[in-house]
């Protein structure tokens, strides 16, 4: 199992950013998958799950703002994040259950 | 949704000693938890899945037990490179992952 995110990066409050996971060693379609996130200095925290046939649940913190979908012909999932808040600085890590990729900086601010 | 209930929060030990951190579940989670080990500034490394099956890679010092909702995970003979923070993960309904350990030596 590979997950390589990307797409992270400085982002005014208010605005938007969509971050990608690519993923290989398995068949990404036949999987639900997840983002979860870990703030500067905090604990981890889940943030969203797609299922295999694109069912989607979201944390409250994110609801109405992010959404995460996925591509199977490309073997990636993403992550819409909009109206981003300071508070959703944080690295960003696409997870198949317990494994994870190495994960990707969203920093918001001004 | 459930809950995962980490303790204690923080722990000193002396090298060479056995410590054990727990994690409880808001139910049964059905042996669907895992182990996470995170040093100061980098990702999380996977330790234990399936509440006992260590990665490889993992050294055998590190092992966790337990069922139902109510979990633990030891490290026999801890050396100073386990200085880290813990988090437990449970991965049988959605994810939740318990507040986290960070383990000093004195």
């Known amino acids: 199992v590979q997950l390589v995110e990307s797409g992270g990066g400085l982002v005014q409050p208010g605005k938007s950013l969509k971050l990608s996971c690519s993923a290989s060693g398995f068949t990404f379609s036949s999987y639900g998958m997840h983002w979860i996130r870990q703030a500067p200095g905090k604990g981890l925290d889940w943030v969203a799950y797609i299922s295999s046939s694109s069912g989607t649940v979201y944390a409250d913190a994110v609801k109405g703002r992010f959404t995460i979908s996925r591509d199977n012909a490309k073997n990636t999932l993403y992550l819409q994040l909009n109206s981003l808040k300071s508070e959703d600085t944080a690295i960003y890590y696409c997870a198949r259950g317990y494994n994870w990729g190495q994960g990707v900086m969203v920093t918001v601010s001004s | 949704d459930i809950q995962m209930t980490q303790s204690p929060p923080s722990l000193s030990a002396s090298l060479g000693d056995k410590v054990t951190i727990t994690c409880q579940a808001s139910?049964?989670?059905?042996?669907?938890i895992a182990w996470y080990q995170q040093k100061p500034g980098k990702a999380p490394r996977l330790l234990i899945r399936?509440?006992?099956t260590l990665e490889s890679g993992t050294p055998s010092r590190f092992s966790g037990s337990g069922s139902g909702r109510d979990y633990s995970f030891s490290i026999s003979n801890v050396e100073s490179e386990d200085i880290a923070s813990y988090y437990c993960l449970q991965y049988d309904n959605l994810l939740t992952f318990g507040s986290g350990t960070k383990l000093e030596i004195k």
């Open positions: 399936y509440t006992s």
């Open positions: 139910q049964n989670i059905n042996k669907y």
